[in-house]
């Protein structure tokens, strides 16, 4: 690769040509539920988007990092001055930004980065590692700390693949997006299978980074639990875990790694466990009496044998709004309202089961989950509905884009808690964003499903949608976002299930960790990046 | 509880009412493969055990315990003075001890505990936490560090059991042996389904500061592996992590706390996953044609469905004579030897499975593990093989008491690696044991079993056995351990897959973790133990 890539939108998600409508019936519907929308479009194309001057660097990054490697033009630096969270886009949509990357570079391999950091430790110049930069929680905002440049550290050209296809493990460099690595790997008859709703545009290096979990990770295993083995090139030295399947010697280096976001230093790859690529995928959905009705079907599932690889729930509210919402013009949500006459429910908890493998095993595993879940009362709504949400299943920011451009606030955020303490946190944090969204002035719609499931518990998935306040959405936004961030804390979630810390998580740490957590994970970033260059304000605030 | 425990022997392991003895027919065998041996029983009792004095310690630690809660006796030292690996045995049989704990002290509760610590560290007293003393790498070995006066911290009183039995988890205290906490658990109908060998005296807090594995862990997980949150008394603060099922809020700290070995603090309990008590335990035995291709059945159920429980491939070596030495009487080895007979298959590889669960469970896992097997070429030798191994699976550190009494030098340890790598790792250090043993003058049998499986790899356990060096038995096994961790480090495999680090292992960390590894493990001891008082000479060497 000789230049970043910029084959998605700079002002929102994904591929320019893909841009879902709500069709009619969607819209009556979301008009009904929070009013009156005020059309938002774009306040400024990329040309006269305005971005403060870069400082000039250090000649020696140059030569670190190669000649043709460093990027200044608007357009790079704009493109890496972000993550795709709702804030992000609001203020890419508004035409300018208060800071940005002064140059991007683009290392060639881990020993261009290693050179790289040691010219920006020993200059005093902030560095943004940057992957497929789909942030939903500022990872990537170009923060100096006390630091006056910044450069973005684009991954993209570290693409190792690696394949140990008697051990089942792969060697994937840090910059492949999740469709790189998996056709790399499905070349040698394998999969990761982590597909996270942001699975196209994010890369290795993000997934390890952030503790990613994908939409079958119930099954696949979240990418924290398929990681072998990790290196991480810091300012302070290389860091390296071995690749034996399991250890006793002390503590896991390798789990300091993973989750460090960038602020320790950067991972040039990762060794992760593959699965011989599935012959058979079979989706399909159910509906149960209610949400609480379906999260107890999963836990009977989760407990036993027979848990699916997707496992999905959804609350009453998604299950009757936001299906309407979903998918090329509300395709899932039709179907889905056919069902629902035909076997003369109403409401309900939809689930979405996905059960990928061999014939054999799929048709095994699938008795196993069938009968789990008619056991808890649910109803079989066929495949279809199931192959709706599959085929839509990386549609959701797009549609963001559209509700966006209609003038709404649409958010998501997660959490997760033991099955015992899953229905009240349910309950709180869901009333908090309500409360909020309300207290705002625009009161809105708020969805939640369960989306993976453990033995112990389970992850909270919340979505809402509001009338955005025209020029004051990054306030509106903050109000709802910390009275839900409070609730989960108060309710003894965790702040994040599989968003990652970033900026926007940053200030609830203490609470997620202790004020001895903290301090650990500060003298271990002391050691690492004793200049602190690495990733400023991010995770540890 | 009132006084440290006292119901196992000083100088060996467990009930001293077990004593197992070799047939006429076992010892013949062991004389052909390593000569004559020379009886070698106890130099001294205990009344005439030779100890260093101990140094006064602070009033205030007093205090700190609770008057009734300090220990000096010389019975009370010297129990607290090792653990049970097979140095520890040579120096408590040789009727004397250079170093013990200048007391004992019985914590009544996790107040206590921190109490303690903050007087030992204003006053300079290094501490080592002391669960059941089973270490078999010096892990308790009383290393006073830079600091004159050093006290074991016996855990036994911290005795929590708190079972949440809707999110299948427990809290359980540090101080609670393998079967009082699965005593507790089963009250409540679930069980930890944590078996290593040491399970009848180690601990709860010793499994999770040592990263125990236990023999049914391919199926339960290891004791990492259903760690859902722990919590760490530093001297510098306490530490926890939060019970939810997964989070994404950045590095896990837990894993920090887990395998820390009593370098960062003192583990006070811990919170696990647990499952329902078996209704069907099925254990059964099978040969393979040789190691290679037992393992290699081994792997294909790994990475497929139908892995069990507990899974053991006995190399060539160990199936062929080690069976003749185990269990009470050669009971084992002779119906072992009986079978073989029948079916016409000699040596080879002995592969034992265990599969726990309700009745339909078993019953379809044990079709998928006797399908991989057959496909394997591996040739069914029923229940009774396999109801021996589980009925003496603890009786391993008993018969070693028993080889020592007549002689021999017996010692295990283990490593893990990739598929890829296992076969040459096993032949290296197999190799090393073996000619390290010769080289002592004092040739000897090294057997070898893989124990624990996973979808990228596997553990193997050496176990070597030849005539002690009278008067030079720790030089005679330092050499050997030292050939076998050079082998082990040359080979890539980590130093340890379950015995954890402790005094033995800690010289080879810096092949394990690297450098930076270290230094970033050393940082964490000084954020969380700035005055070093914490298990001196351990892990970090």
């Not at 923060?143 to 394949?163: Q, Y």
């Not at 460090?260 to 690529?277: A, F, K």
């Not at 407990?303 to 999905?312: A, E, F, T």
């Not at 299930?497 to 970033?502: I, M, P, T, Y």
Request: glycine content about 12%; aromatic content about 6%.
């Amino acid at each position: 690769m000789s230049d970043p890539r910029r084959d998605s939108k700079w002002w929102g998600w994904g591929d320019p040509a893909v841009a879902p409508e709500l069709d009619s019936e969607a819209l009556a519907t979301l008009r009904e539920r929070i009013g009156e929308l005020t059309p938002s479009p774009l306040a400024a194309e990329l040309e006269s988007f305005e971005l403060p001057e870069p400082a000039s660097l250090p000649a020696a990054l140059t030569e670190a990092v190669g000649e043709d490697r460093v990027f200044s033009s608007a357009e790079d630096r704009v493109r890496h001055a972000t993550g795709c969270g709702y804030v992000d886009l609001t203020r890419l949509r508004g035409g300018g930004l208060e800071a940005a990357p002064d140059a991007v570079l683009l290392p060639a391999d881990a020993d261009a980065v290693r050179r790289v950091l040691q010219v920006c430790a020993a200059e005093g110049v902030a560095v943004v590692p940057y992957g497929g930069g789909t942030s939903v929680v500022g990872g990537v905002e170009p923060l100096r700390g006390s630091h006056e440049r910044l450069v973005s550290l684009d991954l993209a050209d570290l693409r190792a693949v690696e394949v140990d296809r008697r051990s089942l493990t792969a060697c994937l460099g840090a910059g492949l997006r999740g469709p790189e690595a998996e056709a790399a790997l499905a070349a040698q008859g394998v999969t990761l299978g982590h597909f996270p709703q942001s699975y196209e545009y994010a890369t290795i290096g993000g997934f390890a980074a952030t503790r990613s979990a994908g939409q079958a990770s119930s099954g696949y295993g979240r990418f924290d639990a398929v990681v072998n083995s990790v290196r991480l090139v810091a300012p302070a030295g290389d860091l390296r875990t071995l690749d034996t399947p399991h250890t006793a010697a002390g503590p896991a280096l390798r789990e300091l790694v993973v989750g460090s976001e960038g602020v320790l230093g950067v991972i040039p790859d990762v060794t992760v466990r593959v699965r011989p690529l599935p012959a058979v995928r079979r989706y399909e959905a159910w509906i149960a009496d209610s949400f609480e009705a379906g999260a107890e079907i999963v836990r009977t599932m989760a407990q036993g044998p027979g848990l699916p690889d997707v496992i999905r729930v959804s609350d009453e509210e998604e299950t009757s709004v936001s299906l309407a919402l979903s998918g090329p013009r509300g395709v899932t949500g039709k179907l889905f309202g056919g069902y629902l006459g035909l076997r003369g429910k109403r409401g309900g908890g939809l689930i979405v089961i996905g059960i990928e493998g061999d014939e054999e095993s799929v048709a095994r595993r699938r008795a196993l989950a069938s009968r789990a879940l008619r056991a808890g009362g649910a109803a079989y709504l066929g495949r279809s509905a199931g192959q709706s949400w599959e085929h839509g299943r990386f549609q959701g920011p797009y549609l963001r884009d559209t509700l966006m451009d209609m003038g709404a606030m649409v958010e998501t955020l997660e959490t997760s808690h033991t099955w015992s303490k899953l229905n009240d946190l349910r309950r709180s944090v869901g009333g908090a964003i309500s409360d909020a969204m309300a207290a705002q002035g625009t009161p809105g719609l708020v969805f939640c499903h369960l989306s993976h499931a453990y033995a112990d518990g389970a992850s909270l998935y919340f979505t809402f949608i509001a009338r955005s306040r025209k020029g004051a959405e990054v306030e509106q936004w903050r109000a709802v976002k910390q009275a839900a961030s409070e609730a989960i804390v108060a309710g003894g979630g965790t702040i994040t299930h599989h968003h990652a810390v970033g900026r926007d998580h940053a200030p609830y740490m203490e609470a997620e960790v202790g004020r001895t957590g903290l301090d650990v994970l500060r003298a271990v970033k002391d050691e690492l990046d004793p200049a602190g260059i690495m990733n400023p304000g991010k995770l540890l605030g």
